[in-house]
């Protein structure tokens, strides 16, 4: 993928997220929409330059062939990007809710949960589309 298409991708992933998961951690903390908003953006920031820089780094070792990754690879990527999101979204919880550490871990466990999901179906969705509407590049075979 290109920078251009890459930071596409981010942004498309990150604004489907909050508009799913901002009301949802509403509802389960029963904090307020400023508080989970500002939370939700604060994290959003930080997942997209993770994001960018992972799947990066993924794309250069693993390849560019997205559209062909089988659902146990898909599995380990979420995985891995779920992991460094651990690292910065819990001590950003715990600041933002005031709340214990059994419940912010409760709570960092649902986000990393639906975010663990949302991104293998995000991706896969994207994968499927780009690889029907995105032109790839010619590869060199040695045959």
């Given amino acids: 993928m290109s920078i251009k298409e890459r ?13 799913m998961f901002v009301p949802l ?5 029963g904090q307020s929409a400023g508080a989970m908003a500002g ?3 604060a994290l ?3 997942a997209m330059l993770w994001n960018f820089v992972f799947n990066w780094v993924y794309d250069s070792i693993r390849g560019d062939d997205r559209a062909s990754r089988k659902f146990s690879e898909r599995l380990l990527h979420g995985a891995g990007f ?4 651990i690292a ?9 809710t005031q709340e ?7 709570m960092d466990i649902g986000a990393v949960t639906f975010f663990f999901i949302y991104a293998i179906i995000f991706n896969w969705v994207y994968d499927v589309i780009r690889s029907r509407y995105v032109k790839q590049p ?3 075979t040695n045959e």
């Fill in 7 to 19: 930071i596409v991708h981010m942004f498309l992933f990150e604004i489907i997220a909050l508009a």
């Fill in 25 to 29: 951690a509403m509802l389960a903390s």
């Fill in 39 to 41: 939370l939700s953006i």
């Fill in 44 to 46: 959003s920031v930080i």
């Fill in 82 to 85: 779920e992991l460094g999101m």
């Fill in 88 to 96: 910065t979204s819990f001590p950003a919880i715990m600041y933002v």
């Fill in 100 to 106: 214990s550490f059994l419940n912010v871990l409760i």
């Fill in 138 to 140: 010619a590869t060199i």
